[in-house]
């Protein structure tokens, strides 16, 4: 981590970085992932897969991935993670087997088991970790009051329910939907407040910079839209990508956006404020789903079966480091992960 973490970083020293960056990379996974996690120490990261299983990975600031748990119990493919906001041992799954499950992954067990109307296809929980919301195929949206793990309200929305996202300041929820809108409600009342529509098209997801100050927007047409929460109003949008955004992520300063698509094979990170483009990951396949860690510059995401980690700065960047264990533990890729600068797209500035 050469990049200060204190003081707003220069395009050119984040060019420079994320160049000299690597990967980790490891399987553990029978079948794809489809969603990651860091816990809120940024000690382990979590996965979920179509196998049914959820894997917790340890992971070492010198590029060394762990296999340290598996938890089992769903009987359908899982969907969502989260981890408990301030407890790095509490982790919460959702499945198509129609259950929550909250896990205690130091003992290694499930501690409660909460059956849903439908399949959750997306969950958020409040920054004092007191309300868990979720949203289904049905379209239904469920809060939870999580220190009794009993239902307190549903309400069937008329548009599809995409990706739900709790405010820093606790103070309101945004919900992403199908009719290119971001519905904002109130919490702890989960009442309307307004919403806004921010782009063509369906939004796919949401979510906000650590001080609450932008709110990131993702599409089905590719577009990335940054808005400021004092204005209400857009100030950038970026459409280098191609295929639909599947998720995005803030960096621990708020200073950089990772986007990744359905398509493209490519991870995209920009400036929040100018919307420049930084540095383009390459994958091999779709991104499901991508994370960064609460407190350094390391990015997280899943390929197929694997878990990959990019930010590992290289002392040597001519060698390549190699796992000399099994799939369950690994270091840097063979690879290094350079920019990609040659593809179509820009980035505007709203005013």
């Given at each position: 981590q050469t990049m200060s973490s204190g003081k707003r970083t220069?395009?050119?020293?984040?060019?420079?970085h994320f160049s000299?960056?690597?990967?980790?990379?490891v399987s553990g996974h029978e079948r794809d992932v489809y969603s990651i996690q860091w816990s809120c120490d940024g000690s382990f990261v979590a996965s979920g897969s179509r196998d049914a299983s959820v894997r917790v990975w340890q992971v070492s600031r010198n590029g060394v991935v762990r296999?340290?748990?598996?938890?089992?119990?769903?009987?359908?493919?899982?969907?969502?993670?989260?981890?408990?906001?301030?407890?790095?041992?509490?982790l919460i799954s959702a499945s198509t087997d129609k259950t929550i499950r909250v896990w205690d992954t130091q003992a290694r067990k499930?501690?409660?088991?909460?059956?849903?109307?439908?399949?959750?296809?997306?969950?958020?929980?409040?920054?004092?970790?007191?309300?868990?919301?979720?949203?289904?195929?049905?379209?239904?949206?469920?809060?939870?009051d999580f220190d009794t793990k009993k239902i307190v309200s549903e309400r069937k929305h008329t548009s599809n329910v995409n990706e739900i996202a709790f405010h820093p300041s606790n103070k309101l929820v945004a919900i992403a939907l199908g009719?290119?809108?971001?519905?904002?409600?109130?919490?702890p009342e989960f009442k309307q407040l307004k919403s806004l529509h921010v782009h063509p098209g369906t939004v796919m997801t949401v979510t906000f910079d650590p001080k609450g100050d932008y709110m990131i927007t993702g599409g089905a047409a590719g577009l990335v839209v940054v808005t400021d929460m004092r204005t209400m109003a857009a100030v950038q949008s970026m459409d280098r990508m191609n295929g639909m955004i599947s998720s995005v992520s803030v960096s621990h300063q708020g200073q950089f956006v990772a986007a990744g698509s359905m398509t493209d094979h490519y991870?995209?990170?920009?400036?929040?404020?100018?919307?420049?483009?930084?540095?383009?990951?390459?994958?091999?396949?779709?991104?499901n789903q991508l994370c960064w860690h609460p407190s350094l510059y390391f990015l997280a995401f899943a390929v197929g079966n694997s878990l990959h980690i990019f930010g590992f700065v290289s002392?040597?960047?001519?060698s390549s480091s190699s796992s000399s264990s099994s799939s369950s533990s690994?270091?840097?890729?063979?690879s290094s992960m350079t920019s990609s600068s040659g593809r179509a797209g820009s980035s505007r500035h709203h005013r």
């Open positions: 220069s395009h050119w020293s984040a060019w420079k000299s960056c690597q990967a980790a990379s296999d340290t748990v598996t938890l089992s119990g769903h009987q359908g493919q899982v969907d969502r993670l989260l981890w408990h906001p301030t407890n790095p041992r509490v499930c501690t409660h088991s909460i059956k849903t109307k439908g399949h959750v296809l997306n969950m958020a929980i409040s920054v004092d970790a007191k309300w868990l919301v979720t949203g289904n195929n049905k379209n239904v949206i469920t809060v939870i009719d290119g809108r971001v519905e904002f409600q109130s919490v991870i995209d990170i920009f400036d929040i404020t100018t919307g420049e483009f930084v540095h383009g990951v390459p994958v091999s396949a779709k991104q002392k040597d960047k001519s690994s270091s840097f890729s063979s």
